[in-house]
């Protein structure tokens, strides 16, 4: 077993696989789209280097994967896994109709959007541009989730009801992540060196000791921008305290950019 050389070939993403992948600490090179699209599976010590990935058109990505869930009888875990490079995402072809459920756009160093997912011991050192957002966002409902390890974290729940929380855990990320293209198209972006957003029925999820050392940038011409060094921005709908999300031992020290257009 050693490390895989994928520079300058093809690449398209493996959908629907929901084993267990282990890496065992070896090394995917040169990746130019993201290893998986939508999957259910678990990613267990797998290093992406010098990955060189753009991404047209695509609802969420992520270098390792753009959407992972959890299903009733599997809970993925992401852990011991790194990303370096750079991923440049442009949406300006992406095209999302009036009314549509999924109207949210999620770009991950690792994970666009996680329903489920345990996030542990993970790094991301990939430099993450968005060069150009959707050309057309319908309505103010419209937003994008930016992070430098996972874009947008949901709570899975299951058909008997139950759930499981998503969360990050003692992961660092030292890519720097800018929102390059001034427009009034983009009514919400959130922006986190770790996460980007945590939605209102992720309740009990966390992110906790974890690091963001790399540069944050956007511009001001967002209709709403939430910019922050670990989260950009949690919502919860409980007033249980034992269901509240937390956020503890975290440090940023990541410089934080909003630019004058």
């Known amino acids: 077993v050693a490390d895989v050389d994928m520079t300058g070939e093809a690449w398209t ?3 629907g696989y929901a084993k267990t992948v282990r890496g065992n600490g070896y090394a995917i090179k040169g990746l ?3 290893l998986f699209g939508t999957t259910n599976a678990s990613i267990k010590g797998l290093h992406l280097r010098d990955v060189n990935i753009e991404v047209n058109g695509l609802l969420h990505s992520g270098a390792l994967a753009c959407s992972i869930s959890a299903t009733d009888t599997i809970s993925p875990i992401v852990e011991h896994c ?5 991923i440049n995402v442009n949406n300006e072809t992406l095209t999302i109709p009036e009314g549509a459920a999924e109207n949210r756009v999620n770009v991950g160093g690792l994970v666009g959007v996680a329903y489920g997912v345990v996030f542990e011991s993970c790094c991301n050192s ?5 060069t150009k957002p959707l050309a057309d966002a319908h309505s103010l409902e419209f937003t994008q989730s930016f992070g430098g390890i996972v874009g947008r974290v949901h709570v899975f729940t299951k058909s ?9 855990n003692k992961s660092t990320n030292s890519g720097n992540l800018t929102f390059g293209h001034s427009t009034a198209a983009v009514p919400y972006l959130y922006m986190g060196g770790i996460l980007g957003l945590s ?3 992720n309740v009990s999820g966390y992110v906790s000791n974890s690091i963001n050392t790399g540069k944050l940038s956007a511009n001001n011409t967002i209709y709403s921008l939430y910019l922050a060094g ?15 999300p937390v956020f503890e031992n975290n440090i940023n020290r990541g410089e934080i950019e909003v630019k004058e257009e």
């Not at 790194?82 to 750079?86: A, F, H, K, L, Q």
């Not at 008997?160 to 990050?168: E, G, Q």
Request: charged share 15%.
């Open 13 to 15: 993403p493996i959908e």
């Open 230 to 244: 670990i989260i950009g921005y949690a919502r919860c709908v409980t007033n249980k305290a034992d269901l509240m």
């Open 82 to 86: 790194s990303v370096s490079g750079t």
């Open 199 to 201: 939605t209102e029925d």
């Open 126 to 130: 990939a430099n993450i541009t968005i």
């Open 160 to 168: 008997d009801a139950t759930t499981i929380t998503a969360y990050v």
């Open 32 to 34: 130019t789209a993201p």
